[in-house]
């Protein structure tokens, strides 16, 4: 697979299961997207009977308490994309529509695996258009108290550099910083799960969250102990699952990134925020385009009943 080519799926992949936060089934569908299309989702079963279409773009993103949500309420949302949004970008897919019938991606196991795993099932192709990058051009940093996030230049690729610091034991302070490939993203983010404390429950379902958070889907963390009967997948596992966050987040930008992430203490808000600081001023960065990728003319299959085209105008 040549990578200076933009990439989409072979065909569809269906996934089920609950929001984490809604604890609500749902049903979603990753179709084939032609070259440029990028990501989107295809918001369905809306109270309306009107579908609505949203960019997966961090000028669509409405929320960034405990996930990430674009759209709104009224016309249309959904929330929770991280997961799916890190598994597109950690396997460098550009062009995909995500069809939803629901306000929530589902948790899964809580990880980006099963995400991994049904898109390996059907496979990639080529769009048959050059692949863009968004090349980080000069320094961008916020900050909030003592957390920071920042995009810096890099002569190439993409690296994550990320440091969570807990006052509990259990998670406490831990960092993981590595370039961004398909193969290091498979081997060491997807499988890394999201984590909340068990003091923290009552509180997050009195303000309507985690209603679907199970031992299933999370990690649950005591005062000094995980209560998972299986314990951690990871040794580093909370701040393997923060980088997949982010790099979820940043999957926002619209574009792979040519540049190098570093956070302390951050989250989504903060890696949106750093994505809102370099799109800020045009002087933070440029756009460029891979050489030598030959073009087509043809466009991949949507799926019965699906057509770009009812779509274009929305975009």
Not at 58 to 85: F, Q
Not at 125 to 150: D, N, Q, S, Y
Not at 261 to 285: E, I, K, P, Q, T
Not at 292 to 301: L, S, Y
Request: include cysteine; aromatic fraction near 6%.
């Amino acid at each position: 697979m040549r990578t200076n080519q933009q990439i989409t799926l072979k065909g569809p992949a269906t996934l089920r299961g609950i929001g984490v936060h809604s604890g609500k089934p749902v049903e979603i569908t990753l179709h084939p997207a032609a070259a440029n299309h990028g990501i989107c989702f295809l918001r369905t079963g809306m109270p309306t009977g009107h579908d609505r279409l949203i960019k997966a773009h961090h000028a669509c993103v409405s929320a960034t308490e405990l996930c990430t949500v674009i759209g709104d309420v009224e016309s249309g949302a959904v929330a929770t994309i991280e997961h799916l949004m890190s598994a597109l970008f950690g396997l460098g897919i550009d062009n995909v529509l995500v069809e939803i019938d629901g306000p929530e991606m589902p948790i899964l196991d809580g990880s980006a695996r099963l995400y991994v795993e049904a898109i390996d099932a059907v496979g990639i192709a080529t769009c048959g258009a050059p692949r863009r990058w968004i090349k980080v051009l000069r320094t961008v940093r916020i900050e909030v108290g003592r957390a920071f996030a920042e995009l810096r230049p890099i002569d190439r690729g993409f690296r994550l550099d990320v440091e969570i610091d807990f006052d509990n034991p259990v998670i406490g302070r831990s960092r993981k910083a590595m370039d961004l490939n398909p193969a290091s993203y498979r081997r060491e983010i997807a499988g890394a799960r999201t984590f909340g404390m068990m003091k923290d429950v009552e509180r997050y379902w009195k303000a309507g969250f985690a209603l679907g958070a199970s031992l299933e889907n999370t990690v649950a963390v005591g005062d000094n102990a995980v209560v998972n009967p299986g314990g951690l997948r990871y040794a580093d596992e909370f701040v393997r699952h923060k980088y997949l966050d982010a790099v979820g987040d940043l999957a926002l930008a619209g574009l792979p990134i040519q540049g190098a992430y570093r956070s302390y203490c951050g989250g989504h808000r903060m890696n949106v925020g750093v994505l809102d600081a370099l799109f800020a001023d045009r002087a933070n960065y440029t756009i460029v385009e891979a050489p030598g990728a030959r073009r087509e003319t043809t466009r991949p299959e949507f799926g019965v009943g699906l057509s770009l085209a009812a779509f274009a105008s929305d975009l």
